[in-house]
Nanobody, 122 residues
């Protein structure tokens, strides 16, 4: 599975961005898709994930209520909608794929995209 993340950029605080992650795998719908982020000097952290069907999502407490995840299995694409952005959301965002149900830890994700930079100015 190859993943290509896009949609990052510079946005002001309280603004919105939507990240996309496209997969080249025709069996995309078999994978749980997750988003992670890594800020300079910090460890990679879980942001959120969506089940293979799209019927279940989970989020880190730091983004709950502000971020949503959706997927379009016909387009092999998963989306991260980020609203009410804060400067502390600044990081490189990565999408990842796993066949482990309910996984929120990076170690369980098999495939990773290249990352896209999100910068939130105050």
């Amino acid at each position: 599975v190859q993943l290509q993340a896009s949609g990052g950029g510079l946005v002001q605080a309280r603004g919105s961005l939507r990240l996309s992650c496209a997969a080249n795998e025709r069996m995309f719908s078999n994978y749980r898709m997750g988003w992670f982020r890594q800020a300079p000097g910090r460890e990679r952290e879980f942001v959120g994930a969506i089940s293979w069907s799209g019927g279940s999502t989970s989020f880190a407490d730091s983004v709950k209520g502000r971020f949503t995840i959706s997927r379009d299995n016909a387009k092999n694409t998963v989306y991260l909608q980020m609203n009410s952005l804060k400067p502390e959301d600044t990081a490189v965002y990565y999408c990842a794929a796993t066949r482990v149900t309910g996984a929120t830890m990076a170690q369980f994700y098999e495939y990773w995209g290249q990352g896209t930079q999100v910068t939130v100015s105050s």
